[in-house]
């Protein structure tokens, strides 16, 4: 795929991760993706579910219109994929999240084979608490 190409899906993953849209992120992402944040240990890598799971368990229970994601800026060289976000929404208790993320995306025929998000954990932690240390937890 182009570079062009990869930018748009880039763009739809944002649109879906803001949402959180667990049809379009299983649609977008490998079923095989290695997915790590910010804040858990390199080795500690999330398969896409775990990362659907995650950020769905954090919408429902905290973030009724979801992360709200603004992209900032986008830069694409082939088959990666940079995305700077900034999440900016209230909580069910009326607090602010309010976060930056860089996401990096690396795809492959049309899908997500690799996501690695860099942002604040411990903006994460004080907003959603203990849902954030469950990520990816059975």
């Known amino acids: 795929m182009s570079t062009e190409q990869n930018k748009a899906l880039a763009a739809a993953m944002i649109k879906a991760i803001s949402g959180g849209d667990s049809e379009v992120i299983r649609k977008l992402v490998a079923k095989d993706c290695k997915c790590w944040i910010t804040g ?9 579910d ?13 973030l009724p219109a979801g992360f709200n994601l603004k992209m900032e800026g986008m830069t694409a060289e082939g088959e990666r994929v940079a995305v700077e976000a900034e999440g900016r929404s209230h909580t069910i208790s009326g607090k602010l999240y309010n976060n930056f993320s860089h996401f990096l995306f690396k795809f492959r025929d049309g899908q997500v084979i690799r996501w690695m ?10 907003v959603f608490g203990d849902a954030v240390k469950q990520v990816g937890r059975k």
Do not use: C, K
Request: aromatic share 10%; glycine share 4%.
């Open 50 to 62: 775990q990362m659907i799971a995650g950020a769905r368990t954090i919408i429902e229970q905290h």
């Open 40 to 48: 858990f240990p390199r080795d500690r890598l999330f398969s896409r």
């Open 117 to 126: 998000e860099y942002t604040n954990p411990m903006h994460a932690v004080e």
